[in-house]
Structure formats: C-alpha cells, structure tokens
C-alpha cells in the first residue's frame, strides 16, 4: 500500500489511514477449538440431530460461524452444504457425510462457470482409539479442530476482501472413516465445472510440543506430491522424459508457499516443504483432489505428539493420552493461519497457470520458450535453474508476448518454466517447461 502525502502552501494536510488488514487471533482460534471440543465427539458416526452433542451439532455451528461472518460483510460469503452417502469398512451400515461451504466469489465468477476456485480446507469430524467408538468423548482438538478453526479464521481475516478468484472455505466430514468428505468436495469441484488452482488441506495444525518432548515452534511440513496420481502412463512417461518429477502441479504449489513464507518474515514460519504427498505411509482429504489431478498439499504441525492423536481419554503410569485443548499452542496455529491466508491472497489474486510451457533447445547453446496466453495476465515470469537445483534461482520478465528466448542457457543442463503475472504483481504458480511439438 502507497502513503499519499498531499503538501499545501507551509501545511500538510493529513488523511485518516486505512485500516489494515485483520490478522489471525490466537484468542479466536482457541475458543472455536474450545466450541468444537465442546460439542463432546465430532465422530462422523454420532448424532446428525442432537442440537448439543455430535457431528451434526458441530456442522450446524460451523454453518452458523460462515452465516455470521458472511452476514458481517455484507453477504460476501455463499453459505452451503453438500452431501452424499457412503459405505465402507468403517461404516458398514452406510452414513451420509455432510461438507459445509463458504464460497466467497471472485470478480470472475459466472454462475454457467468455468470458475477459477482455490479452496482452503480442514475435517471437522474426530474419533478416539477405536474408530468406531461413537459414544466416547473425542474432544479432537488439535486432530482436527485446529484446522476447522483455521478455515473460519481465514474466512473472517479474508471476508470482504475483492479477488479476481473465488475462495472456497470448507469443513469436512468423514475424513476418519475413509477420507469421504474430501472425496464429496472433490467431486464436487470438477461436477461444477471448478478450475481448482490450489486446494489446502489443514490437519493437525496447532501443536508445537512432539512426542520427544522436542519444541518446534517455528516450522510447519507442507507436503506435496510430485508425480500426478491422477496422471495416465503416457503423462508419467512424457515428465520422465523431461525430468519434471520434482515440478507437477502441486510441487510447484508447495514451492510457492515456502517463498510466502520467506518473504514475509512476520509470519515466523519455516515450511519443510516435504517431497512425498502426505506422512509416510498416511493419507488425507487432499488425497482425493490428488486423485483427479489438482493441485493440493497437506499442511502439518513441525512435529508430531502421537499420545494424543486417536486415542480414548485416559492416564497411564503417569502418562497423558488424548488430544485435549491444552496440548495445543494457538499463537503457533495463528501462524499456521497467516500462512494459509497469504497462499489464499496470492493464489487468488494471480491468474491461472499457463496451460502448457513448451522448449525448443535441442543442439543449441540458446533455449526458446513459449506458453499459451493467459486471460487476465499483464506480463510472464520466466524461471529457470540448474538441472540439479530443486528451487529457481533465476528469472525473466516478459512483456507484450508468449515467448522468449534465453541466451547462454542450454536446456540440456538447466529446468525452465512460467508463471502468469497479474497487474499487481500476484503471480501464479509455475508451469514447468516441456518438450516443443515436433513438427
């Protein structure tokens, strides 16, 4: 933002100052987790009609929270639910799993879309040590009240704000008993027709304290995949042949976060950009976007306390299990938060990705580079690096066209791609350079 100053004979005259954007509030995001532990078990299996205890209640509130914060700015937020019934191993008899969403609508939005969307998300749904046990208290907390109150807090930081995109706050069900809420949510997505540029899925966000008693305060794990599950064998066979493994679509987001977040130091995060799509040998809501080709990264706490995730409220030998609001530390999921809500600002500011980035090098000491326009883009970023680099360590702004060339850069050793630049500088996520149409 530009200070104005307007200067007048020996006087300044002084103007009120804009306000400034609102901020993640740690106090916020601990009562919602406390509002959320108080609704007993979030269990996807409890009750959908109890006005007091279960998933149900706690859907009803989280809609109430989206109404509220939408009805504060002036109707800025399309409050709905989505929902569909699913059966499996952990819901023999079958369980409708309900999704509510905030759609806060971009200054591109058409109601026949297509729409360019990015979602920010977290389930809302617990358990304890036994999947089924519905009856038990799941407080839940940090596993995954944290990231249901990360979602309305972004939405009440962002509420009002104009983009060009649309921004999709969305509490999940389901997700213990087999990931269904980010399976309704994805299908969802390409039903309407939805661009998805990014999809942030939030789980286990508010700790700082891991199972070794070690501290970490100042890093959150971002996972990505690099090869694109939803991609066939003749795609997996073309980003070999380029060596685009590191550089899919939501690699190239979890790059961008981490450049977020060191290029704002006051959020005070480091982001472990980890290069595998979720924990070892674990899975979450992201995974079904994955599975049909978006773009989506899991964020998670820098370490893990495992003594409070999915297990019965209990002491053993002096030894605490359960995740309970005072395992959590809020100044740190605030952080979290402010993360989220830059990704969400630059991502829906930015135009969409080129479509395709080609290069054309081959016995050459130069490389060309051309992309496929893109609406709403004022210029274009071309990155590249060395090919046994991971982050771009170089860039070209190109105006006026779709294409340049690089001289002195042999495309046999280095990795080239593009982003689209908007009129405010937003840029949107890299498209990584393949190999030029044979003629």
Request: aromatic fraction near 6%; glycine fraction near 12%; proline fraction near 4%.
């Given at each position: 933002m530009?200070?104005?100053?307007l200067l007048?004979a020996?006087?300044?005259l002084?103007?009120?100052?804009?306000?400034a954007?609102a901020?993640?509030d740690?106090a916020?995001?601990?009562a919602?987790?406390?509002r959320l532990?108080?609704?007993?078990?979030r269990?996807?299996?409890?009750?959908a009609?109890?006005?007091?205890?279960g998933i149900g209640?706690a859907?009803?509130?989280g809609k109430?929270?989206f109404?509220?914060?939408?009805?504060?700015?002036g109707?800025c937020l399309?409050?709905e639910t989505?929902?569909?019934?699913f059966?499996g191993?952990?819901?023999p008899?079958?369980v409708?799993?309900v999704d509510?969403?905030a759609?806060?609508?971009g200054?591109?939005w058409?109601d026949?879309?297509?729409n360019e969307?990015?979602i920010v998300?977290?389930h809302?749904?617990?358990?304890?040590?036994?999947v089924?046990n519905i009856?038990?208290d799941?407080?839940?907390?940090n596993?995954?009240?944290?990231?249901?109150a990360?979602?309305i807090?972004?939405a009440?930081?962002?509420?009002?704000?104009?983009?060009?995109?649309?921004?999709?706050?969305?509490?999940l069900?389901?997700?213990?008993?087999?990931l269904w809420?980010?399976?309704l949510?994805?299908?969802t997505a390409?039903?309407?027709g939805?661009?998805v540029?990014a999809?942030?899925n939030?789980d286990?966000?508010?700790?700082?304290v891991?199972?070794?008693?070690?501290v970490?305060a100042?890093?959150?794990r971002?996972?990505?995949?690099?090869?694109?599950a939803?991609?066939?064998?003749?795609?997996n066979l073309?980003r070999?042949?380029?060596?685009?493994e590191?550089?899919g679509p939501?690699?190239?987001l979890a790059?961008?976060i981490d450049?977020i977040?060191?290029?704002?130091?006051?959020i005070g995060?480091e982001?472990?950009a980890?290069?595998?799509?979720d924990?070892?040998g674990r899975?979450?809501d992201?995974s079904?976007?994955?599975?049909?080709?978006f773009?989506?990264?899991?964020?998670s706490?820098?370490?893990?306390i495992?003594d409070?995730?999915h297990q019965?409220?209990?002491?053993e030998?002096g030894?605490?299990?359960g995740?309970?609001?005072d395992?959590m530390?809020?100044p740190?999921?605030?952080?979290v938060?402010a993360?989220?809500?830059?990704?969400?600002?630059?991502l829906?500011d930015?135009?969409?990705a080129?479509a395709?980035?080609?290069?054309?090098?081959?016995?050459?000491?130069?490389?060309?580079?051309?992309?496929?326009?893109v609406?709403?883009a004022?210029s274009?970023?071309?990155y590249?690096?060395?090919?046994?680099?991971?982050?771009?360590?170089?860039s070209?702004v190109?105006t006026g066209?779709?294409q340049?060339?690089?001289?002195?850069i042999?495309v046999?050793?280095?990795f080239?791609g593009v982003?689209?630049?908007a009129?405010?500088g937003a840029e949107?996520?890299?498209?990584?350079?393949?190999m030029?149409?044979r003629k």
């Amino acid at each position: 933002m530009k200070k104005i100053i307007l200067l007048a004979a020996a006087s300044a005259l002084v103007t009120p100052a804009l306000a400034a954007p609102a901020a993640p509030d740690a106090a916020r995001l601990k009562a919602t987790v406390e509002r959320l532990v108080s609704f007993g078990t979030r269990h996807t299996l409890s009750s959908a009609t109890d006005p007091r205890r279960g998933i149900g209640a706690a859907r009803a509130w989280g809609k109430a929270e989206f109404e509220r914060i939408g009805k504060g700015c002036g109707g800025c937020l399309s409050v709905e639910t989505v929902a569909d019934r699913f059966t499996g191993p952990r819901a023999p008899d079958g369980v409708e799993v309900v999704d509510v969403l905030a759609i806060q609508k971009g200054s591109g939005w058409t109601d026949n879309g297509p729409n360019e969307v990015v979602i920010v998300a977290g389930h809302i749904d617990s358990r304890v040590t036994d999947v089924m046990n519905i009856s038990s208290d799941a407080p839940g907390a940090n596993d995954n009240a944290s990231g249901t109150a990360l979602v309305i807090e972004a939405a009440r930081v962002l509420a009002g704000q104009k983009f060009t995109g649309t921004i999709v706050y969305a509490l999940l069900s389901g997700e213990e008993q087999g990931l269904w809420g980010g399976k309704l949510l994805a299908s969802t997505a390409k039903a309407r027709g939805w661009h998805v540029r990014a999809m942030l899925n939030n789980d286990i966000v508010g700790n700082t304290v891991g199972q070794n008693g070690q501290v970490v305060a100042d890093r959150v794990r971002v996972f990505s995949e690099g090869i694109r599950a939803g991609d066939d064998a003749k795609a997996n066979l073309t980003r070999r042949a380029i060596g685009g493994e590191d550089d899919g679509p939501s690699r190239a987001l979890a790059k961008a976060i981490d450049g977020i977040a060191q290029a704002d130091p006051k959020i005070g995060l480091e982001v472990l950009a980890v290069r595998r799509f979720d924990r070892f040998g674990r899975g979450g809501d992201h995974s079904p976007f994955l599975d049909l080709g978006f773009p989506a990264v899991r964020f998670s706490v820098g370490i893990e306390i495992y003594d409070r995730q999915h297990q019965d409220l209990r002491t053993e030998n002096g030894r605490v299990y359960g995740d309970t609001v005072d395992g959590m530390a809020f100044p740190y999921l605030a952080k979290v938060t402010a993360l989220n809500v830059a990704t969400l600002r630059r991502l829906a500011d930015a135009p969409a990705a080129p479509a395709t980035v080609s290069l054309d090098g081959a016995l050459s000491m130069d490389t060309r580079v051309f992309w496929d326009a893109v609406p709403g883009a004022v210029s274009y970023k071309v990155y590249w690096r060395r090919a046994d680099k991971q982050d771009w360590s170089d860039s070209r702004v190109v105006t006026g066209g779709t294409q340049t060339v690089l001289k002195d850069i042999v495309v046999d050793d280095h990795f080239i791609g593009v982003a689209a630049v908007a009129k405010d500088g937003a840029e949107s996520l890299v498209t990584f350079g393949g190999m030029a149409p044979r003629k």
